[in-house]
């Protein structure tokens, strides 16, 4: 009953009309063969996969979850997701944007960022599998040795085998300086590790021949707290010296989760019994590693909700043309019917537009964001690596919080378009709602996030990269300030621009006095950046919409009302949080705690 059409025309439209992407590519030497015939057809063949292959599994897969055999502690996934993993690798998906050292495509990580919001949409739980694969393989490309990078980045580029990072502990979360699972060390090298770990995505699954767990564990003289952590590769299957796999390791699947969403990923208690694990990087500099994947990991969590806020988006406008309920308040507009269309109903179309701006938002701010990691790691300027760097770290808060928030937002709009419908499991609405639910959570969650960005992101460099951020705001709006045609959309950009700055000096001097504003203000305070975010991409997609508008080509007008939409409706939002923001801390500490 559910559909999802990949969403090619926007997804170009960003790429290439928005960012000329191309241009960007041919400064890099590793991508400057890439054209746009290319990129289209790649995502293309990527949009069929998730369509055909993935989209008719995950209503079932979330129906019948993951099974796990208590005696062999194996786990399978639900029927037809090993199949479709098979079909990815056959493919050659998993290699896309990986290193060719290592048998990887060499494409940008651009490509592979449109591809996977086409696999979320899809199949979230999936997805799941070998999305943490990618970040496995970021954290060995950068931290590995020689030895382990040539044992394993073939492997996880080939996708024969999978990955995952095993953080959590039952008694720990964010806070992992109180980890207590310990690296003995062994006389060959290798060391023996022993605990347990929670929550761990795709922990254990039949998919893949082996799975590579990074473990943080604690040497036996490491100092106390977050300095005292170290990485471990630690495989499902030890690994022979001629490649092949040798005997099971000590670490298995315990338990699996009962959850709220996801059921067709397997979230694993992992139990580590003497397991054999090499170390990564250097002893107790295990987080700088670690944040490698945890970094990739929240790009990725933010294109999970995206992809959930789109698919949810495409089958309430389907939904509302087809449903007929009531008349219009101004009159009948299907005469020829007994009642009309929810779609003629003003919130009925509020709830749609936000989801759709939302999708489109977060789609334009998730592909400038990759483009500037494509430049961050492969472009021969030291300089632009730089400048790309300290702006991926301001934004990669914003799109782990701001989209997934959104996306909680988009997808119970779109549940409620469908009324008692999108309560009931066989519409598939209330399914993107508890799948979404999670992005919330995890990864930092979004509260992590917004005292990341608005603690060390922007107060931390005294608003360096914030700055650099609002130059580029301020410069676009003295462009198109000119234009008539762009007021609209040029000083609500403007005013917000200017109201960001002093609220940001007004935070940073409070939190002098008390670090403690800091978190009274962050939450909003991302949000309200997150909105700077979406108002500057949104107007400069605004420009060339205008400018084609007369084309004939009803992209551009469609463009146009969603981004008008988007001004006059959801960015007002700044006022109210910009006000919480300023109400300081007050308010949230006065109450004794007996009170509560």
Aim: proline share 5%; charged share 20%.
């Amino acid at each position: 009953m559910a559909k999802y059409t990949p969403p090619l025309r926007d997804m170009q439209f960003v790429l290439h009309e928005l960012f000329d992407v191309t241009s960007t590519f041919k400064e890099i030497p590793a991508y400057a063969e890439m054209d746009a015939d290319t990129i289209n057809a790649v995502l293309e063949e990527g949009g069929k996969f998730a369509s055909e292959v993935l989209f008719p599994i995950n209503s079932s897969g979330d129906k019948q979850g993951c099974t796990l055999d208590k005696v062999t502690h194996e786990v399978k996934a639900p029927d037809g997701f090993k199949e479709a993993y098979a079909q990815y690798v056959e493919g050659g998906w998993p290699a896309l944007s990986c290193d060719p050292a290592y048998g990887g495509q060499g494409l940008p990580h651009t490509l592979n960022q449109c591809f996977y919001e086409m696999l979320n949409s899809a199949n979230q739980a999936w997805t799941m599998y070998p999305g943490l694969s990618h970040g496995a393989y970021e954290a060995l490309h950068a931290h590995g040795t020689d030895e382990q990078k040539a044992t394993y980045l073939p492997k996880l580029t080939s996708g024969e085998w999978t990955g995952t990072m095993c953080l959590t502990e039952p008694h720990c979360g964010t806070d992992l300086g109180l980890l207590r699972t310990k690296a003995e060390p062994q006389a060959d090298g290798t060391y023996k590790i022993t605990g347990q770990k929670i929550f761990i995505s795709a922990g254990e699954h039949d998919l893949a021949a082996n799975i590579v767990h990074l473990v943080l564990a604690r040497l036996p003289d490491a100092p106390a707290g977050s300095k005292g952590i170290s990485l471990f590769i630690v495989p499902k299957f030890l690994v022979n010296a001629d490649g092949s796999l040798g005997a099971r390791n000590g670490i298995h699947c315990g338990a699996l989760e009962h959850k709220m969403g996801i059921h067709g990923n397997a979230t694993a208690q992992m139990v580590l019994e003497d397991a054999v694990g090499t170390l990564v990087g250097q002893p107790n500099k295990g987080l700088a590693a670690m944040f490698v994947m945890m970094n990739a990991a929240r790009l990725g969590v933010g294109n999970q909700s995206l992809g959930l806020t789109e698919v949810a988006y495409q089958n309430a406008v389907a939904y509302a043309k087809d449903r007929i309920q009531m008349r219009a308040l101004s009159g009948p507009k299907a005469l020829d019917k007994p009642a009309d269309p929810i779609i003629v109903h003003p919130d009925v179309r509020k709830m749609l537009l936000t989801a759709r701006a939302f999708a489109e938002g977060g789609r334009a701010l998730a592909i400038y964001t990759v483009i500037g990691l494509d430049k961050e790691l492969n472009h021969p300027d030291e300089e632009v690596r730089a400048e790309a760097a300290d702006e991926v770290a301001l934004l990669t808060p914003i799109i782990k919080a701001f989209i997934t928030d959104n996306g909680w937002l988009a997808t119970s709009h779109c549940m409620q378009v469908f009324g008692g419908h999108g309560y009931i499991h066989e519409w598939g609405m209330e399914q993107y709602v508890r799948d979404a639910r999670i992005n919330m959570i995890y990864e930092g969650t979004n509260t992590i996030q917004s005292l990341d960005l608005l603690g060390r992101k922007v107060l931390g460099d005294n608003g360096k990269k914030l700055k650099k951020f609002g130059k580029k705001v301020a410069e676009f709006v003295e462009e198109e300030g000119v234009r008539e045609d762009m007021q609209e959309f040029i000083n609500p950009l403007a005013d917000l621009g200017e109201k960001v700055t002093k609220l940001t000096m007004e935070i940073g001097m409070k939190a002098m006095g008390n670090p403690d504003e800091v978190g009274a203000a962050a939450v909003d305070y991302l949000r309200v950046v997150g909105h700077l975010t979406f108002a500057y991409l949104f107007a400069r997609q605004a420009k060339i919409a205008l400018d084609k508008q007369n084309s004939g080509d009803p992209f551009y007008t469609a463009k146009l009302h969603t981004i008008r939409f988007y001004f006059a409706k959801l960015l007002p939002e700044t006022a109210t949080l910009i006000r919480n923001a300023r109400s300081g801390l007050q308010p949230l500490m006065a109450m004794d705690e007996a009170l509560f």
